[in-house]
Each structure stands twice: as structure tokens, then as C-alpha cells.
């Protein structure tokens, strides 16, 4: 098939579209898990668009396209999408500003939906906002339930295949610090809490946590396709929860499974099952059926996660209880929506996984620790490579670009045996293009390193561990080249927000939007702000972006805020970006831990502070020092010691490296007063 461009891509979905009676059609980042990154063969908004940041989503009507991107993206996707599509920056959810649009545009037709990958969660927001704007009182609009995805119509074969060449393997629990029976109790625990009978689980990370095992179906994360069905079997209310009797069926790649069999088996005798991945609505129908078939007055419930179980699951729950024919093309979605909000054996809250995984053991945060010192070494390995090079001039005169040094940290990262891949692609950003908060270099369009703003946003998968870690500055020449006060100013501030953060002692039970403000303040104080949340969770050896930890000032409208809790791992990284011009973040992971005091007062409860997992010197030429308190600077001077400590003891005798280490750690002294600015350039 001849490759298409994004116009004439628009041309022939439109005509699939009219194909399928549809009238607009809503092209959603996801896969039937609902991950953040997806398998190759659900990128379809990517075909589409050309635009590949993690989340987008694309309506597509009769004379217009559109992509609602949020503030991470929206000077990437302008620049890759327009100017076919009318990009936009989310206003309130990716699902209302789609119907706010089909609003404004007096849509009035058949609006088509996959029920394979957008989530029951997101389905039933979506449907709120039609009842919101009113479209279900126009006589001709109607929603279509759709279980094919219309974009692989037109796309090449080859890209809607999966590889089947990668196996799964066990996670040791050298590093994992507990069996998958262990996890599987504490799981059998909440579901007796809720009486679940079944609980369904289709997030890839959750079923890599739980089995103890991890793949290479998805870029930069250790999943594997795969959904998981625990079934309590027999009574269980009167059971304690170590003698539940249970069932597990794995349904996944079964020629991927091989080499985990063995210890699958050797954990669960005769309690699990491996099915056919494709066997999963069919046998989720059976289990559910054989539960109510005996009884109809059965009280006990069904666990399906409405945020990460698609449609197609809440269908399926549908079908074990009504006829088929029942769901119609067009009006059948309202008597789904209706079953499943007056269902009294469903229950449709957040996954009990997520917040046991979580909270890391204390085999995970040592591993989370010795990995980010390995990680630590190697960015600032690469840091020192960046001001050597510079100096010498290297790095501007030998036409290196963005994609080169992203390679050349790849290498410094490689030269530890625990490490895998990277955890993310690497933002590796010149000049303007750091504005483009999730920029990705091509390695054969990527910018000329130049003197001037430079950010690095990068991350790791050890076996022990996964980092996500930020550095921003600016790349020095012999010509004299200096950063602008607005470099300064703005760095400054970040760095401030980001002290603050770290710095800040909170009562158990306070939510991650509570302190928020700590990191932004100093930027509020100049008119600044960012346009992306301060912190998320980091699982270990799986995803960078890991729930429920958040660390953000927006709230979504449906969900409760979780309360950190000790235990965690998340990162703080504020940043600025000036359009055009550059872009400014400063990341660090970090481990929640009980906080300590020097004194014997009576406390009105625990309290909790944040204790840095990731050491990596901050450019310090950049710091307008008089912007910073006393205790600001104190934390900085004492980071950089704690730095200096724990890189020295890794970095095997290579002591051009450690003399450079030393001094780009060294103590701030505030010395006599001076003229705004005083930095360490002058």
C-alpha cells in the first residue's frame, strides 16, 4: 500500500465512515488495557494524526478534524497535525471538549464509538455531556457502539500485527520482595471486603505486579498483553483470608508464557488456568454466568474497575442478563448505561492492586534507591561529557544534535549491567524545542546542539527499578555566549518551587493538590505558571507514570484525590516554557518516608516529608542566588553534599570525572551584597 499523507488518510476514513453509517467518529489514545503507551497495533490516532505524544484524542466529522491534546503537547502537536487538523488544548476532559465541539457545530447525526478501547469510565462521562449539552434532544443523533476499529480499514496490514517474538519472563523476588500467592491473599482480602466473587483485571502493570512477571509487548515498559480473572470459589465470608479458596485464569499470548509455566504452576497447583488471550469476553461471560446460573437471589458481585475495563467488558456483564438483541446499534447504549448504574452485583471502583502496589516494600524502595545512584552516575556522567565538550568546543563544532546526546546517555546508561532500557523516550531538547514539554528528537530531524538553553528529560528500567529524572542548562561556549536574565529569573524560580516541594513536612492524609502550590508559587509570584502536573507515581521496573500518587493543582471531576501515603515513589518536577524560546524543568523522584523531628512536642498525628531517591548535580551558573532564602540555599548546599557522597563511592577511580563531580557539588557561599543578578557566572 502506497503511504498516504495526513489529508488523504482523512479523505478515505470518511468514506469508511459513511460506510459504517457514521456521521463523526472518535479516534481515542488506548488499547483494550487502557495503558498509557500502547502496543504499535492500537496506534491509531498516530497514523492518523502524525502527532505521537502519549495521550490525544481525535474526532473526526464529515468536513472537519480535530485533536484535543493537554498542555504537555500542544506546541508539538501543532506543529506535526495542522494543518489538517484544528488542534486544541483540553479544556475540561478530552470527552467534553468533544461534545462542547460537536455542540458548537450543531452536530446532528450518528457519532461512532469503539468499545474495545475507550474505558466504561470515560463512556459514561461521555454520556453525561451529551445529556449536558442536550444532543440526545436532537431527533437524528444517535451513538453507534462499534466493536471494529474503522482507522485499521485503511491502515497497512503490518502495522496492525502483533510481535510474537518477545517472551515473558519471572521478576525475581529478590526484587519484588513478595510472592505472587502473598499479593494474591491481600487481593482475595479486599474482594471478601466487598463480597466480590470475581474481580477482572485488564491493566497490564497490575497483572505484571501481581504474577511476578514482566515482558516486552509495550516500548519502554515491562508488560505483556494479557487480562487475569481471581474468583473466589466456595463460602468465603466465614474463611480467614489465607485459606480462601480460589481460581486464577491468565489469558495472554500462550506461546509467550512458556518459560513462566513452571512457576506459575509451582505457586498455584491446580488453581490456574492460561487461556488463548482472545478468549477473554467468552470466558468472562461463562464465569459470570456459572455464579448467578444456580441462584438468582446470589448476593455476591462482580469487580470490574470502570476506568480500566473498556465497554466491551461492561457488554459482556450486560449480555450474561439481558438478549442480545437487546443492545441495538443506536439505542442500545442508553439501556446499557441504565443496567449497569442500577446493577446491584456490580462493583465499579478503582482496581484494590493500585494502591497495594503503591506502597512500595522495603526490598522495592532499596531497589528504587541502588538503581537511582547507577542512574544518578550516568546522567552525570553525561553532564560532565556536556561541559567538557563544550569547553573544548566539540559539542557545537562536530554537528551533533538533539538525537546524539539522547545516544549518548543511552550509552553511559548501558555501562550498567542492571539496566534494560529506558523507561521513557528521551526528551532531549534544544533551544525552542524544550518548550515542547514531551519533545522526542528523530534521530534524523533533530536540532544542531548550539550554545544556549538546553533540557533532558530521561529515565531508566533497571531490574531493581525505574527512574525518571530531569536536568535543565545551559550549554556554555568559548565565545562568551551567557544566558539572559529571563533564563535566569525563570530557572531560579523552578528550582525554588522544586526546594520547596522537597523540603515541605505534611500531616498523614494530605492529597498531593494540597502542596501543589509549593512548586508553582515562586513562578505565581511572577506572573509564571506550567501547564502539566508537579508530580506523579513511578512504579518499579514497570510504568514511569504510575497510580494513584498525584501531585498536581486540577483535580478530575470524577475521582476522589488519594492521600499520600509513606511508602511512595514520586517525582517533583516544576518547570517553565516560553513558547519559541525554551524550556525549563528540574525532576527528582522521591521516596515518602515518616518525618523526623528535633524535638519532643506533642504531635497531633504522623507527619510525612519527602527524601530524594534521584542525585544529580543542578547547574548552579544559572541561580540568581539572591532570589533564594537562607534555608532554600542551605537545602541545595546539603542536596549537593548528599550527592557528592553517595556518586563518589560508585564512580570506579575515574577522577577527571570526580574532580569535575566535586566542584559542580561544591557549597553556594552568598558573599557581599551585590547587584540583581548575582550568579556564579559573574
Known sequence: MTELNKKEKLEKIRCVMEEYGLDAYIIHTSDPHMSEYVPSKYMRREFMTEFYGSQGTCLITKTAAYLIVDGRY?????????????????????????????????????????????????????????EKFGLDKRNNFKIKLLNTNIVDKIRPINDIKFDNSNNIYVHDIKYTGETSRSKIVKLLSSMKSKGARLLYISDLTEISWILNLRGSDIDFTPVFLSFLLIEIIGDFESSEDCDIDFGIKLFVNTEKINDCKGKLLEEFPDRITIFPIDCIYQELEHSIKKIYSNNEQVTDKIWLPQESSNIETMITLFRCFNNKEKLCLFGGFRELIKFIDESNILIKSESPVVLLRGVKNEV?????????????????????????????????????????????????????????????????????????????????????????????????????????????????????EKPSYKHIETYTRVLIGFIRLHKTVFPEGTTGMAIDVLARSSLWEAGLDYLHGTGHGVGSFLSVHEGPWSISCRS?????????????????????????????????????????????????????????????PIQKNLIDIKLLS???????????????????????????????????CSPIKRGISSPIPKTLYQ
Open 74 to 130: 500542544i506546541v508539538e502537536a501543532k506543529k506535526t497535525a495542522s494543518p489538517e487538523y484544528e488542534v486544541r488544548l483540553i479544556k475540561k476532559g478530552f470527552f467534553y471538549d468533544i461534545i462542547e465541539i460537536l455542540d458548537v457545530c450543531n452536530f446532528n447525526g450518528v457519532l461512532g464509538v469503539d468499545t474495545d478501547v475507550i474505558s466504561w469510565f470515560a463512556f459514561v462521562a461521555l454520556n453525561k455531556y451529551v
Open 556 to 616: 478530575g471531576s470524577f475521582k476522589e484525590i488519594p492521600k499520600l501515603e509513606k511508602g511512595a515513589v514520586v517525582s517533583i518536577e516544576p518547570g517553565y516554557y516560553e513558547e519559541g524560546e525554551f524550556g525549563i524543568r528540574i525532576e527528582n523522584l522521591v521516596e515518602i518516608v515518616e518525618a523526623k523531628f528535633d524535638n519532643e512536642y506533642k504531635k497531633l498525628g504522623n507527619y510525612l516529608a519527602f527524601s530524594p531517591l534521584t542525585f544529580v
Open 364 to 480: 522495592e524502595l532499596s531497589g528504587m534507591r541502588e538503581c537511582h545512584i547507577l542512574d544518578g552516575l550516568a546522567l552525570s556522567k553525561f553532564l560532565h561529557y556536556l561541559d567538557k565538550s563544550s569547553k573544548d568546543g566539540s559539542l557545537f563544532n562536530n554537528g551533533l544534535t538533539e538525537w546524539d546526546l539522547a545516544q549518548k546517555l543511552l550509552e553511559f546508561r548501558k555501562q550498567h549491567n542492571s539496566f534494560v532500557y529506558p523507561s521513557f523516550s528521551t526528551i532531549s531538547s534544544m533551544g525552542e524545542n524544550g518548550a515542547i514539554i514531551h519533545y522526542r528528537p528523530d534521530e534524523f530531524k533533530s536540532s544542531k546542539i548550539e550554545p544556549g538553553m538546553y533540557l533532558c528529560d530521561s529515565g531508566g528500567q533497571y531490574n531493581t527499578g525505574t527512574t525518571d529524572v530531569t536536568r535543565s542548562l545551559f550549554l556554555f561556549s568559548t565565545n562568551g
Open 630 to 664: 537562607n534555608e532554600e540555599l542551605d537545602w541545595l548546599n546539603w542536596y549537593h553534599e548528599q550527592t557528592l557522597e553517595k556518586l563518589e563511592q560508585v564512580a570506579c577511580n575515574d577522577n577527571e570525572f570526580l574532580s569535575w563531580l566535586v566542584d559542580a
